[in-house]
């Protein structure tokens, strides 16, 4: 496609960009510096301890880098394939921490920070993520429990449910999973106990419909419901751990319950990723964490039905999870094609061809869709995911808005939502990072 319009960059002071290389980034190296420095002290291996102060003094580095806005330099070892794909680009490119293109430098940044980790022996599957990522799940038992209750209410008749009902749940738990996006640990990292459990209950999911600016649900049911395949495999390219994946498996499961669909397959990042993201071990966490009385004390009965039901799907093969390292490259997602032989593209276009429908989570999920690009915001979705639209994958992204890219959206509502939104705000785009707005897209795959 000729004349694209440009990606965000980071010296855009008219993007979010600005302030997340220049604000956030520190920040969340300024915590990962902290956790080893912390995790070495509470260790009696001098070795270990030794390789967490190399570790420390590399992010040191790497935070000063950002700061001062110094180059951004390849990876010295390009023979590891993730490595090159971002190195391919950096060839012949003079790109700088705070000036280059966000998408590109934000998937660079958590690269770089698990390469310091990877390259040591006794730090290399240390997951620097792990600590926040387990607080805070902590924190929702509020919004897991009543969660639970609702899918246990649920589940005793859903055997039996008509096409109507079937639609009405399927549109609830969509909007559940949707939603659980909101409680994303980038966004998060100073949020208070209240502020979490009040995006997390039911009556601010009832609040927050108004704020779906575009919904294609109704085209993702109809186009799941009319297959048929005698094998329907629903896929979820997962986002975050703790919450949010809690209610992607609630949806899931309800999916397999009701024989909407028969086989469900999650996949999740390979390394710590974007602060929050899941890894295959947080989905075992989460069960862990689920079974635990101490944690979880109320509606007991409920919890464990939920617990029996995942470990049944689990065990017999009908919920997988699986994971390819393309997901935490710099690539976007129109590399999700045959086209794309270097780098795993088309082995995951492979893959979810098999599927009924790929459910896409979250804001850096919408972004690489998207290509992060300034697409005007009523441009469709079919056409901002370039050859995607057209390459056989039913694709529905289920994104809480956190960036500025933005698409799919009736003729004046962008105006509209930055005009109610300056009433009670200081910067009249603020909404497009606050998560309070959300977009569902759907294509069919046949553009
Ligand atoms: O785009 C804003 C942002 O906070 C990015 O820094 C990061 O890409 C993303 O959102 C994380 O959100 P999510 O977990 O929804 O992908
Ligand atoms: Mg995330």
Do not use: C
Not at 163 to 176: R, V
Not at 223 to 232: A, D, G, I, R, Y
Not at 348 to 365: A, E, P, R, T
């Amino acid at each position: 496609m000729s004349n694209l319009p440009d990606v965000y960059y980071n010296k855009d002071s008219d993007s979010f960009a600005f302030s997340t290389a220049r604000v956030r980034w520190i920040k969340i190296i300024q915590d990962t510096i902290d956790d080893v420095i912390q995790t070495s002290e509470k260790s009696s291996n001098p070795d270990f301890q030794k390789e967490g102060e190399a570790i420390a003094s590399q992010l040191k580095g790497l935070k000063s880098d950002v700061e001062n806005d110094g180059a951004v330099k390849p990876f010295d070892d390009s023979s590891i394939k993730a490595f090159a794909s971002f190195n391919k680009v950096l060839k012949g490119q003079s790109y700088t921490w705070l000036t280059g293109p966000w998408l590109f430098l934000e998937n660079y940044l958590y690269r770089i920070i698990n390469s310091f980790f990877v390259e040591k022996s006794l730090w290399f599957n240390y997951d620097i993520f792990d600590n926040l990522k387990r607080s805070s799940f902590e924190s929702s038992v509020d919004g897991v429990t009543e969660l639970a209750i609702r899918y246990y209410q649920l589940t005793e008749t859903s055997q039996k449910l008509d096409d109507e009902t079937k639609q009405i749940l399927f549109n609830e738990f969509a909007e559940i999973s949707l939603w659980g996006n909101a409680t994303d640990l980038s966004l998060l990292a100073t949020a208070t106990l209240d502020d979490i459990k009040s995006i997390q209950g039911a009556e601010a999911r009832k609040k927050s419909e108004a704020n779906i600016l575009t919904n294609d649900l109704k085209q993702a049911w109809e186009s799941l419901s009319s297959n048929t395949n005698e094998h329907k495999r629903v896929d979820f390219v997962l986002d975050n751990a703790g919450f949010e994946v809690y209610t992607d498996l609630i949806f899931a499961l309800f999916l397999l319950d009701t024989g909407i669909a028969n086989e469900i397959v999650f996949h999740t990042k390979d390394i710590p990723w974007m602060v929050s993201d899941v890894n295959i071990k947080d989905f075992y966490i989460l069960l862990q964490d689920l079974k635990n009385t101490k944690l979880f004390n109320k509606s007991r009965k409920e919890l464990d039905h939920l617990i029996n039901k995942i470990e049944y799907y689990n065990n017999n093969g009908t919920l997988n999870l699986r994971t390819s390292p393309f997901w935490t490259l710099d690539l976007d997602f129109w590399n999700i094609d045959p086209s794309e032989t270097q780098f795993g593209g088309s082995k995951v276009h492979k893959d979810l061809l098999d599927s009924s429908l790929v459910i896409f989570k979250g804001d850096m999920n919408y972004r690489k869709l998207t290509g992060d690009r300034r697409w005007d915001s009523t441009t469709p979705f079919t056409k901002s995911i370039g050859s995607l639209a057209s390459n056989g994958l039913k694709i529905l992204a289920l994104r809480t808005i956190k960036a500025d890219v933005l698409v799919g959206l009736p003729e004046g509502v962008y105006d509209q939502v930055s005009d109610e939104w300056a009433k009670s705000n200081e910067s009249r785009l603020g909404w497009l990072s606050s998560g309070k707005y959300a977009v569902i897209s759907f294509s069919n795959g046949e553009n």
